[in-house]
């Protein structure tokens, strides 16, 4: 059942009319349903039933306190990519030895902070990196768990931007590097090699690059294990799909599905090993926990008729939702309250000063100004990515829960955007 959907003419979350939050709240404005994210994040929690596996948030998908807090609360750990994203975790109550912490450019400072917090385990990228780690830990008297983000070269069939897997991304070590890398690891003192990770790129509908990974995830943990290395976690990276309803697109693996034949392969690999070893499986989703959990609404404030094409002009723009124009990312655009009349062609954009800050093209909309918009499955990569671009403050977000709308944040005063600044004397 979508979370999302018309009732008596206007588009709800859950029982609320969007129409509702708007007069209420203002526009633009994140709304999330609560419902939806539980539903999501039991999606995983189901299929990992009664197995040594952990569901580790990849939070930059959306890292405002209240989902954080909703999520530790089902068990979820946290994959972080950032000493600040590591302190968003403890203020919204989760547990630091869930976190793992990802990342080709950790600093000195964040690598101290992640120790002194206990994190699970730091995802390392390179031999610099690992070395870094080694003397921060020794400085602390500490020993530091790692992983090596390996890189295992499969093509995960997206977008250039989100495609992490590739040799050609900065990502990771490269898997023929890989065993040498690991050696490194080992004869440090100050490190524990405790895992081996992937991540192959976002927004992945097939599950096909996803198990290729694991194979050679596992074909690698045989070669450690040969040379007295031994893995004791795996992590397979996040990249699941959501479906945005582009043209054309077809629809993302189910994870219950995808995650049935990962454990699938991983129990035949243990059975024919016999050696009674128990391998941690852990995931580090994002998108597919919370994309389709939230939408953007925004008002339309002008129609601009020209020439060549028909302008939407909203009062949402790319420094709320960044996807459309950094990806060329279809999201879908509902009417809230769908009006009878004659449609025409739009583009939809911003009021930013770039030809960039569109939300939607080519749209067949009956739309009028003051009408309210909603860009749909907007959950993931939105207000992480929002910025403060033409001195705009961020829109506010919302979380419905039953009956019930909650702000989970307010609405930034563009007045209060300065205040960090100072002028010289
Ligand atoms: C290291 C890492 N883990 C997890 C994720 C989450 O990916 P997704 O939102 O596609 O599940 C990302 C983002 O692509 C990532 O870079
Ligand atoms: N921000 C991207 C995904 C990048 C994932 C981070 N490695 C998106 O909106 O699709």
Same mark, same amino acid.
């Given at each position: 059942?979508?979370?999302?959907?018309? $009732?008596?003419?206007?588009?709800?979350?859950?029982?609320?009319?969007?129409?509702?939050?708007?007069?209420?709240?203002?526009?633009?404005?994140?709304?999330?349903?609560?419902?939806?994210?539980?539903?999501?994040?039991?999606?995983?929690?189901?299929?990992?039933?009664?197995?040594?596996?952990?569901?580790?948030?990849?939070?930059?998908?959306?890292?405002?306190?209240?989902?954080?807090?909703?999520?530790?609360?089902?068990?979820?750990?946290? =994959?972080?990519?950032?000493? #600040?994203?590591?302190?968003?975790?403890?203020?919204?109550?989760?547990?630091?030895?869930?976190?793992?912490?990802?990342?080709? *450019?950790?600093?000195?400072?964040? %690598?101290?902070?992640?120790?002194?917090?206990?994190?699970?385990?730091?995802?390392?990228?390179?031999?610099?990196?690992?070395?870094?780690?080694?003397?921060?830990?020794?400085? %602390? #008297?500490?020993?530091?768990?790692?992983?090596?983000?390996?890189?295992?070269?499969?093509?995960?069939?997206?977008?250039?931007?989100?495609?992490?897997?590739?040799?050609?991304?900065?990502?990771?070590?490269?898997?023929?590097?890989?065993?040498?890398?690991?050696?490194?690891?080992?004869?440090?003192?100050?490190?524990?090699?405790?895992?081996? =990770?992937?991540?192959?790129?976002?927004?992945?509908?097939?599950?096909?690059?996803?198990?290729?990974?694991?194979?050679?995830?596992?074909?690698?943990?045989?070669?450690?294990?040969?040379?007295?290395?031994?893995? @004791?976690?795996?992590?397979? #990276?996040? *990249?699941?799909?959501?479906?945005?309803?582009?043209?054309? /697109?077809?629809?993302?693996?189910?994870?219950?599905?995808?995650?049935?034949?990962?454990?699938?392969?991983?129990?035949?690999?243990?059975?024919? $090993? @016999?050696?009674?070893?128990?391998?941690?499986?852990?995931?580090?989703?994002?998108?597919?926990?919370?994309?389709?959990?939230?939408?953007?609404?925004?008002?339309?404030?002008?129609?601009?008729?020209?020439?060549?094409?028909?302008?939407?002009?909203?009062?949402?723009?790319?420094?709320?939702? %960044?996807?459309?124009?950094?990806?060329?990312?279809?999201?879908?655009?509902?009417?809230?309250?769908?009006?009878?009349?004659?449609?025409?062609?739009? /583009?939809?954009?911003?009021?930013?000063?770039?030809?960039? /800050?569109?939300?939607?093209?080519?749209?067949?909309?009956?739309?009028?100004?003051? /009408?309210?918009?909603?860009?749909?499955?907007?959950?993931?990569?939105?207000?992480?990515?929002?910025?403060?671009?033409?001195?705009?403050?961020?829109?506010?977000?919302?979380?419905?829960?039953?009956?019930?709308?909650?702000?989970?944040?307010?609405?930034?005063?563009?007045?209060?955007?300065?205040?960090?600044?100072?002028?010289?004397?």
């Amino acid at each position: 059942m979508s979370h999302f959907s018309y $009732r008596d003419g206007v588009l709800h979350a859950e029982s609320i009319p969007l129409s509702r939050v708007a007069e209420e709240f203002g526009t633009p404005t994140y709304v999330y349903s609560k419902a939806a994210l539980l539903q999501n994040f039991a999606a995983y929690a189901d299929a990992c039933q009664g197995r040594d596996a952990l569901v580790c948030y990849a939070m930059k998908a959306n890292s405002n306190l209240a989902i954080l807090d909703l999520l530790a609360r089902e068990g979820a750990g946290f =994959d972080i990519v950032s000493g #600040g994203e590591l302190l968003r975790v403890i203020a919204a109550g989760g547990d630091p030895d869930k976190v793992i912490f990802s990342g080709v *450019g950790k600093t000195e400072a964040e %690598m101290r902070l992640a120790l002194e917090k206990g994190i699970l385990c730091f995802n390392v990228e390179s031999i610099p990196e690992l070395h870094r780690l080694n003397e921060v830990a020794a400085g %602390m #008297g500490k020993r530091a768990p790692v992983s090596l983000r390996v890189n295992p070269n499969v093509d995960a069939k997206t977008h250039p931007y989100i495609a992490t897997g590739l040799k050609a991304n900065k990502f990771g070590v490269a898997f023929d590097d890989a065993l040498a890398t690991y050696r490194a690891a080992a004869s440090l003192p100050n490190l524990d090699v405790v895992g081996i =990770d992937c991540h192959i790129g976002s927004q992945l509908l097939d599950d096909a690059p996803l198990l290729e990974a694991l194979d050679k995830l596992i074909e690698l943990i045989d070669t450690l294990d040969a040379e007295g290395i031994h893995i @004791h976690h795996l992590d397979i #990276g996040g *990249g699941v799909g959501v479906d945005y309803g582009a043209p054309g /697109d077809k629809p993302p693996v189910p994870v219950g599905d995808y995650l049935g034949r990962l454990f699938a392969r991983i129990d035949a690999w243990r059975a024919a $090993r @016999h050696d009674g070893r128990a391998v941690k499986v852990i995931f580090e989703p994002g998108r597919s926990i919370v994309a389709n959990t939230g939408v953007l609404v925004t008002k339309v404030e002008f129609l601009k008729p020209g020439a060549e094409k028909n302008f939407a002009i909203i009062d949402a723009a790319m420094n709320d939702m %960044m996807r459309p124009t950094l990806y060329g990312a279809w999201m879908d655009m509902k009417p809230v309250v769908p009006r009878e009349g004659e449609k025409a062609v739009y /583009d939809v954009v911003g009021p930013v000063c770039e030809s960039g /800050d569109w939300l939607a093209k080519e749209r067949e909309l009956a739309v009028e100004p003051g /009408d309210l918009l909603a860009m749909m499955s907007a959950g993931a990569y939105g207000m992480t990515m929002a910025s403060n671009y033409n001195t705009r403050g961020r829109a506010a977000e919302i979380m419905v829960d039953g009956e019930q709308v909650h702000v989970i944040r307010q609405r930034e005063n563009p007045a209060d955007l300065f205040a960090l600044e100072s002028m010289l004397k």
